[in-house]
Structure formats: C-alpha cells, structure tokens
C-alpha cells in the first residue's frame, strides 16, 4: 500500500469520510501545493496572479478545504486574532465597521474581537489578562490612540480609524473625508439660500467632530451675511433635543438651519422644532451626518452624509493584514457623499 494512501480519512474504523487536504486543492486548481500555501496564506501577492488566486479560492471553497490554523499559528508565532475597540456598541455606525472588518478577516483565517472602551473615548482598560498575548494587532475606530495604551503598550501593530493624521502612533490609518462630507452639507444650505445656522455640535472630544466644526466654520467664514451660532449637546436624543430648543427659542433672530454632527442629533432637532410648533423643513432646515437607518426612520427623512462604515471595517482590517505581513497598507482617505432628502428646503421668506 502506498505511503499516505489514507492521508485526510477518517480514523474512525469502517468510515470513508474524507476531509480535502491542500493537494486537492491543488489538483483541482491545477496548480502546485506550494502556490496553493501562498495564495492561502495570503503571500501571494507579486508571486502570484490574481487569476490563478480566484482559482486556488475557489477551489477550496468548492472542497470546502480548511487549512490547520493551530498548526499554521505554531509555525506563524501568531493568534490570528484582531480587537476591535470602538467608543460604543449602541451606535449602528461601529457596528458596520465591525462587520466589514470581520468579513475581510475570516477570508484570511483570522477572527475579530470586537471591544467597547468601557469609558467612551477616555482611556480603555486591557479586556484580558494580558491582551497583548493573545492579538496579532489591534483596530480602534474614532478614539485617540493614547487611549489604547494599556490594551497595546509599545509591540501590538495599531491600525487607526477616523483619528488625527497628525498622530504618530499607528502604523496604519483609515480616514474618511469628512470635511469634505461637511463642505457638502454647507454648500447644499447655501446654494437653497440659508445664512442663519446653528451648529448642533456633539458634546463628545473627539478628531472627528473636531473637524467637522473647523469645516463648518471655513466653509461659512468668507460667505457675505452669514451668521453661526454653536451648541454643544450629549449623544442622544433628549439632550439634542433640549439643546435645539434652546437655540431656537435664544433672543435675535430664529436660525433657518440646523446643522448636526450626527443623525441622533438631528432627530432631536426635528422633535424640538415640532415641540415648538414649527415644521421640518418649511420653517426650519434640519441636517445629519453618517446615515444610519434613523435618517430614513423619522419623518421627513433627513438629508445626510452616508459614510461607507463597512468599507471603513474592510480597510482597517487590510491595512492590519499589510502591516503584520510588512506591506504598506493603502494611504488614501474613503470619500463620503452628501444625501439629500425632505428635512432640507429653502429657508421661509
């Protein structure tokens, strides 16, 4: 009998199941075994083409070929095993980031943890006995990267999402252009006539809303008879709420818009504004920002700036991958687009 004439059967007696090894794969790819380890192991890239990679894939999804991780994680040194740390799991934009992160991992054998920073965006406490023993890397999406220290300390490669490119600390960054998402938002208002705003600004520090009031700003500075009044507010409906009748109730003259730094603050602005007997849009123009599934939620609809949160998952998990395999991840900011819908309309004459 031939050496290896049972290689992947069951060792159960008088049971003939098979489990495909790689030389099947490689058989039915019609490749070699070496090039279906580097296509599987995710080398392949420069040493491969793509053609004969889609081959190799689908041969293995075709035989439904697992490779041996704890076999491979020996040889690798590694856990295969990425945390995902975000300020909150309530919010529906981290949990699209997690999923477009979690898919791009388990093409590549990897699992995600996703983390939630017990303290929002202050800093975030090691979720395991020693985190750093048990994650290749570590993802963090709007936070500060001085935040993570104790989950990362100085050896875990950090891929940072819609942070500070001025910070030094991660060995990969994924942004969105969300200054230009606000660019968007004011040349819509202007171009319909508005020049009273309120700026309904999140109570929460952060880079990203940072730059949205610094966009907001700019956009309005050179624009004659234009006037900006800001209001900070906490992240949730009541509290933007209170904060927009405030705004509109204040003395001098009412603002025709309300500019919010997210969906969830808008929402409180549309029911402050009916709270006061007004009507979204004919006497008040409300705006978002993220287009999450509130903005098609209240009525009318809210004009919005829809951010690819999952392609953001998708690209903080690449660019971890790039990293831990000594490639340089790709620098290039993920453009937002401006949606408009019934909360927006010219100002009342």
């Known amino acids: 009998m031939a050496h290896g004439s049972h290689q992947g059967r069951s060792a159960v007696p008088g049971t003939e199941t098979t489990r495909p090894t790689s030389r099947?794969?490689?058989?039915?790819?019609?490749?070699?075994?070496?090039?279906?380890?580097?296509?599987?192991?995710d080398k392949w890239r420069g040493?491969?083409?793509?053609?004969?990679?889609?081959?190799?894939?689908?041969?293995?999804?075709?035989?439904?070929?697992?490779?041996?991780?704890?076999?491979?994680?020996?040889?690798?040194?590694?856990?295969?095993?990425?945390?995902?740390?975000?300020?909150?799991?309530?919010?529906?934009?981290?949990?699209?980031?997690?999923?477009?992160?979690?898919?791009?991992?388990?093409?590549?054998?990897?699992?995600?943890?996703?983390?939630?920073?017990?303290?929002?965006?202050?800093?975030?406490?090691?979720?395991?006995?020693?985190?750093?023993?048990?994650?290749?890397?570590?993802?963090?999406?709007?936070m500060a990267a001085e935040a993570l220290t104790a989950i990362r300390g100085t050896d875990l490669p950090l891929v940072m999402l819609d942070s500070d490119p001025a910070d030094p600390a991660p060995a990969a960054r994924v942004n969105?252009?969300?200054?230009?998402?606000?660019?968007?938002?004011?040349?819509?208002?202007?171009?319909?006539?508005?020049?009273?705003?309120?700026?309904?600004?999140?109570?929460?520090?952060?880079?990203?809303?940072?730059?949205?009031?610094?966009?907001?700003?700019?956009?309005?500075?050179?624009?004659?008879?234009?006037?900006?009044?800001?209001?900070?507010?906490?992240?949730?409906?009541?509290?933007?709420?209170?904060?927009?009748?405030h705004a509109l109730t204040s003395r001098g003259p009412r603002p025709t818009a309300l500019v919010c730094d997210d969906d969830i603050l808008a929402a409180g602005a549309?029911?402050?504004?009916?709270?006061?007997?007004?009507?979204?849009?004919?006497?008040?123009?409300?705006?978002g920002f993220d287009d999450l599934a509130l903005a098609t939620a209240v009525e009318p609809e809210l004009t919005t700036v829809r951010l690819p949160a999952e392609q953001v998952g998708e690209r903080g998990m690449t660019a971890l991958l790039d990293v831990l395999s000594g490639r340089r991840p790709e620098a290039t900011d993920l453009p937002v687009a401006l949606v408009v819908r019934g909360s927006s309309a010219h100002p009342p004459a």
């Open 47 to 142: 040493r491969v083409s793509e053609r004969t990679a889609a081959l190799v894939r689908d041969a293995a999804q075709e035989l439904g070929y697992r490779p041996n991780l704890a076999a491979r994680n020996l040889r690798l040194g590694r856990t295969r095993t990425a945390l995902l740390v975000v300020p909150a799991l309530t919010n529906e934009f981290f949990a699209r980031v997690y999923t477009g992160a979690a898919r791009v991992a388990a093409e590549h054998g990897f699992g995600v943890v996703l983390y939630p920073s017990p303290e929002g965006v202050g800093p975030a406490k090691d979720p395991f006995a020693s985190a750093r023993a048990a994650l290749d890397g570590v993802i963090a999406s709007s």
């Open 24 to 41: 099947d794969v490689a058989r039915v790819a019609g490749v070699s075994q070496a090039t279906v380890s580097l296509v599987l192991g």
């Open 270 to 287: 549309c029911k402050a504004v009916r709270r006061l007997g007004l009507r979204v849009p004919e006497d008040v123009t409300v705006t």
């Open 176 to 245: 969105l252009d969300i200054a230009d998402g606000m660019r968007q938002i004011t040349d819509h208002l202007l171009a319909l006539g508005h020049r009273r705003f309120v700026h309904l600004a999140s109570a929460v520090t952060s880079w990203t809303f940072d730059v949205r009031a610094r966009a907001l700003r700019s956009a309005l500075a050179t624009v004659p008879g234009a006037e900006l009044r800001t209001v900070t507010a906490p992240l949730d409906v009541a509290g933007a709420r209170a904060a927009a009748e």
